[in-house]
Each structure stands twice: as structure tokens, then as C-alpha cells.
């Protein structure tokens, strides 16, 4: 089973970045997948949810509007498209696949700095 996320990097206050999560190893459609971040002294939080086939999706109040959730099943693959970033946006994100079994991504720094 594998989680490889992609995309962080350095970007500009109220620039945009997007996060990519490649699954393997495990039946990617059946799964409900979210992505996370954790900010130095900080506890994980929940920043997206998606349902298995992209119905229903939640946010965290913090990027509601900002930041859209997707998934391709046919390409295992979950996406975070981030928009108008802050500086408070800066952390690690990691991708998290959750049905009969709990997996993790190894996370993709995001910075959001001038």
C-alpha cells in the first residue's frame, strides 16, 4: 500500500498550489480520502474530505471557498487545489485513505511565504 503525495512547494501569499495523492495497493474507489495538515507546534487537522466516488465533500471552515477537494478513480488519485493561500497555510499535508483499513501518506511541505 502506497500514498505519495506531490506538490508542495514555496509559494507566494495568495498564490495557488496543487496538491496531488497517487494510491496503490488497495481498492482506491472503496475509500474515503482526506487530506490533512500539520503546522510546526501544532496538532493534525483535517483540511478536506471526499466520499468514494466525489458525492460528498467536506471542509474545514479555514479554506472553505479557498481550497476545492477531487479524486480520479480511474487514476487513483485525489487532488487539493489551493487557492488565494495564506501564510497561515503553511504546513505539512498528508493524505489519508480511510474504509476497512487507516493509510497514510509521508506528506508534502506547503510554505506559503514572501
Known amino acids: 500500500v502506497q500514498l505519495v503525495e506531490s506538490g508542495g512547494g514555496l509559494v507566494q501569499p495568495g498564490g495557488s498550489l496543487r496538491l496531488s495523492c497517487a494510491a496503490s495497493g488497495f481498492t482506491f474507489s472503496s475509500y474515503v480520502m482526506s487530506w490533512y495538515r500539520q503546522a510546526p507546534g501544532k496538532e493534525r487537522e483535517l483540511v478536506a474530505r471526499i466520499s468514494n466516488v466525489g458525492g460528498s465533500r467536506n471542509y474545514a471552515d479555514s479554506v472553505k471557498g479557498r481550497f476545492t477537494i477531487s479524486r480520479d478513480n480511474a487514476k487513483n488519485t485525489v487532488y487539493l487545489q489551493m487557492n488565494s493561500l495564506k501564510p497561515e497555510d503553511t504546513a505539512v499535508y498528508y493524505c489519508?485513505?480511510?474504509?476497512?483499513?487507516?493509510?497514510w501518506g509521508q506528506g508534502t511541505q506547503v510554505t506559503v511565504s514572501s
Open positions: 489519508k485513505a480511510a474504509y476497512a483499513y487507516e493509510y
